[in-house]
């Protein structure tokens, strides 16, 4: 701006309407009306029923209905760039989060939708009224003296503020109240109101931290606006701005959330000025007139030829002359409110990009034969009307319009936030995801204090990647982590993260467990009995009568030894003759004896380790091996999670390919009993598996599925419709999981929420997740030759191996 310019130029602060807050949730503006800011959580469509949505709608048509005349109310939807608190310290987690924040930044921007409600409580005339107590010149004279000389005026003008603002805070409370319970509300303090009031005036993103006493006009005045012929200047950043000139002929949910899903940081705001009915009566009254007798030409009505074959109807005029008559019938037996709308959309950034999406936000109006206007000379008025709290005369661009159309274009529906830090934990949440949006979501493990989670996906749709994903960013907890796997995709990991893998293969033998080690209690006794039982049944002996009385007692003598003597060796002579040939096989020199022959006394699974793994894959053919490991590995992990050395910390316990593991009946019952009890423990349980079968088509696997919250399902083109009532899902979400991107897209599923979360990383971040035994192959052969860092960039470059 040139210094001629510059000292023409008007004051920026006169044409912002704010005075200043009164308390620290009401704002009293210049021309004496009284307005309060809250923040919106949009509601997510994705799992909702199309009942659902329709209640949400026409509970918003209802509080928008129940609005005075005199107020107000206005969305503000917010698109801004994308901020990440960067973490501390050089740990694998630290360098992953990082990449992935750098990864994400410029691929996402944020959402954000606040409401305000603005009132005319008319202080002017209550002002005016006190002045004109007798009506007599000479009377008004001498009040003016005298106000000159005594506060008296200005005592009596804050106690109307006072009382106006009290019956204000309760009318935007019940208003507040009638959807909180589904768009939940946040009344904002002054403090965080002039914020997004100076983010309404500013450039976006300018930091703003004032006093928010009077002349908060002359604070909220950071930015300098300059106009140009065909696009405003704020602090030198190019404004677009669009506004609406007709509604959309037909209302339905969520009518511009292709508007609301644009990648570009804008601000919309939507005005609603509810009219009397008596005012709207007599606006729909004469546009029925006027169509009434626009059915047909002067000349048929010269002849009063109306409504005869002789003279033409004009079928346009008499449908909208019926959908008037519609129009009163909802304004005056259903209740639906009338009044003003004024839609405005401000698009900040570089022209480039700007006419870039000119095209786009016109083919989203058009779709609904809605007309909207790019402003030209009227920017300046357009921009500063999209203020609240601004004179009525000044909003130039309103339509007529229901409140039913009002909330149908309204920001009521929006992608899902997820939490950034996780209360159970008091720390930041696990991961981010993307969504549709192009918003981050963030992930918390825990809903409300159960982490509980069932991670479902088909071969090839990205269960192994997002496990490996989700686990590495869980090491920002510093948790236990146990895993129990079928297929050896965690082996790679392992490895690279210190941990210790245990691998229980006839072949290999090098996992050797000592069932007897575990501590000398009556729990341990039991547990034994019931081990040594299973044995028995593999080698075709079926316990009977006092059987597990004697088993139990054996059992407990055997303690009395030493611990380096409590084995199966020592345990099978004690029992009855008729029980040794079932044994045969689990002692001595029977074929599995090797596996449960230690003498160690020490537990089987180290807990000084972080990461734990068990891989059964080795022996997943051989049933009774499998069997009776994993029988007694399970006890094992439970100690491990309930000890209460370890009681305040967090411990993951991941069972991939879940499915094998809930065939057996007593492995789905102790699967069952840690769901139900492995929150008091601060633990988290999550079950993989690929098919909804395995869980659906299993006896007693609801009542796993029912500890479950949280369901991460990902891409299965020929999920059954039967696992619908399983799921808890309804067939809508059905047809959005089959249409999932595979190894990108997962439905994320919990009892109060659904949406869909995108799972892309970069080239660096690919090669440190992928389970492929191929590129599993190839990334140890890189890291043998370069180290991690280097590896991962010349495997992400796509050199060659």
């Not at 082996?491 to 000398?520: A, C, H, I, K, V």
């Not at 080698?539 to 084995?567: N, Q, V």
């Not at 699967?671 to 993989?688: D, P, S, Y």
Request: charged letters at 20%.
């Amino acid at each position: 701006m040139r210094l001629r310019e510059f000292h023409e130029a008007g004051s920026l602060a006169q044409e912002i309407p704010f005075w200043g807050w009164i308390d620290n949730r009401t704002c009293l503006t210049r021309g004496g009306e009284l307005l309060t800011l809250a923040r919106l959580t949009p509601a997510t469509a994705t799992g909702l029923h199309p009942d659902q949505i329709t209640h949400i709608i026409e509970r918003w048509q209802r509080a928008l209905s129940n609005l005075p005349p005199e107020t107000r109310f206005y969305w503000f939807f917010l698109r801004r760039p994308v901020t990440f608190s960067p973490p501390d310290g050089d740990t694998i987690t630290a360098l992953a989060k990082r990449q992935r924040q750098a990864f994400l930044a410029p691929r996402l921007s944020t959402a954000q939708v606040y409401v305000c409600w603005c009132t005319n409580p008319s202080l002017k005339q209550v002002a005016e009224a006190q002045q004109d107590h007798n009506g007599n010149w000479r009377d008004h004279l001498k009040g003016w003296l005298a106000s000159r000389k005594t506060p008296q005026e200005a005592v009596y003008l804050k106690s109307a503020i006072t009382e106006a603002s009290a019956r204000f805070s309760q009318l935007v409370d019940a208003q507040a109240a009638l959807v909180n319970d589904l768009t939940p509300v946040t009344i904002l303090t002054d403090k965080a109101g002039s914020r997004i009031l100076s983010e309404l005036i500013n450039r976006p993103g300018l930091p703003w931290s004032g006093s928010t006493d009077s002349g908060l006009n002359w604070r909220l005045a950071v930015s300098a606006l300059e106009g140009e012929r065909r696009f405003l200047r704020l602090e030198g950043e190019p404004i677009v701005l669009y506004s609406l000139l007709s509604p959309p002929r037909e209302a339905a949910p969520g009518l511009l959330s292709d508007l609301y899903r644009i990648k570009n940081t804008l601000t919309v705001t939507l005005e609603w000025r509810p009219a009397s009915q008596h005012s709207a009566r007599k606006t729909i009254e004469s546009a029925q007139s006027y169509y009434f007798s626009k059915r047909y030409n002067w000349i048929a009505h010269l002849q009063q030829k109306e409504s005869t074959d002789a003279a033409r109807l004009d079928t346009a005029a008499a449908t909208e002359v019926e959908r008037l008559g519609d129009a009163l019938v909802e304004l005056q037996s259903d209740g639906v409110a009338y009044g003003d709308i004024a839609l405005t959309i401000s698009l900040h950034g570089d022209l480039s990009d700007t006419a870039r999406l000119d095209g786009e936000i016109r083919r989203i109006f058009n779709t609904y034969d809605a007309k909207i206007i790019r402003e030209g000379y009227g920017q300046l008025p357009v921009w500063f009307a999209r203020l609240p709290g601004q004179p009525r005369s000044q909003q130039i661009r309103t339509v007529f319009a229901s409140s039913g159309l009002a909330a149908c274009l309204a920001p009521i529906f929006g992608p899902p936030a997820g939490q950034d830090h996780s209360k159970h934990l008091d720390k930041p949440a696990l991961a981010t995801f993307e969504t549709r949006w192009n918003t981050p979501y963030h992930y918390d493990l825990f809903d409300g204090d159960v982490g509980h989670t069932l991670v479902l996906g088909s071969t090839g749709s990205g269960k192994s990647f997002l496990l490996n994903f989700l686990l590495i960013s869980s090491l920002q907890y510093d948790p236990r982590i146990l895993i129990l796997d079928l297929g050896g995709s965690y082996r790679w990991l392992t490895r690279f993260l210190g941990g210790n893998y245990l691998e229980l293969s006839p072949q290999g033998q090098s996992l050797q467990l000592n069932p007897f080690s575990l501590p000398d209690n009556e729990r341990s006794y039991q547990f034994l009995a019931g081990w040594v039982s299973r044995l028995l049944r593999l080698g075709g002996y079926k316990t009977t009568g006092d059987d597990p009385t004697e088993l139990h007692d054996r059992i407990k003598d055997l303690y009395a030894l030493a611990p380096e003597r409590r084995t199966l060796d020592a345990l099978a002579p004690t029992l009855p003759s008729t029980m040794w040939p079932a044994l045969a096989r689990w002692h001595g020199s029977g074929a599995r004896a090797s596996f449960f022959a230690s003498s160690k006394t020490d537990a089987d699974l180290p807990t000084d380790n972080n990461w734990q793994v068990i891989d059964l894959a080795g022996a997943a053919e051989h049933k009774d091996l499998c069997e009776a490991a994993l029988f007694y590995l399970l006890e094992r992990l439970r100690l491990d999670i309930e000890s209460p050395h370890h009681r305040g910390r967090l411990k993951i316990m991941v069972v991939d390919e879940a499915w094998r593991f809930l065939k057996d009946p007593n492995a789905l019952a102790y699967l069952a009993e840690a769901a139900k009890t492995w929150r008091k423990h601060n633990a988290a349980l999550i079950l993989a598996t690929q098919s909804a079968t395995d869980i659906t088509g299993t006896d007693g696997a609801e009542v796993l599925l029912e500890s479950l919250p949280t369901k991460l399902l990902l891409s299965n083109p020929n999920l059954p419709d039967n696992t619908a009532a399983s799921l808890r899902l309804h067939p809508a979400e059905l047809d959005k999981i089959r249409a999932l991107v595979p190894k990108s897209e997962l439905y994320f599923r919990r009892p109060d929420s659904a949406s869909i979360l995108q799972l892309d990383v970069d080239p660096k971040s690919y090669w440190l997740y992928t389970s492929s035994p191929i590129e599993s192959a190839r990334r140890e052969k890189a890291i043998d030759q370069y180290g991690l860092e280097r590896a991962l960039q010349v495997l992400a470059q796509g050199a060659p191996q």
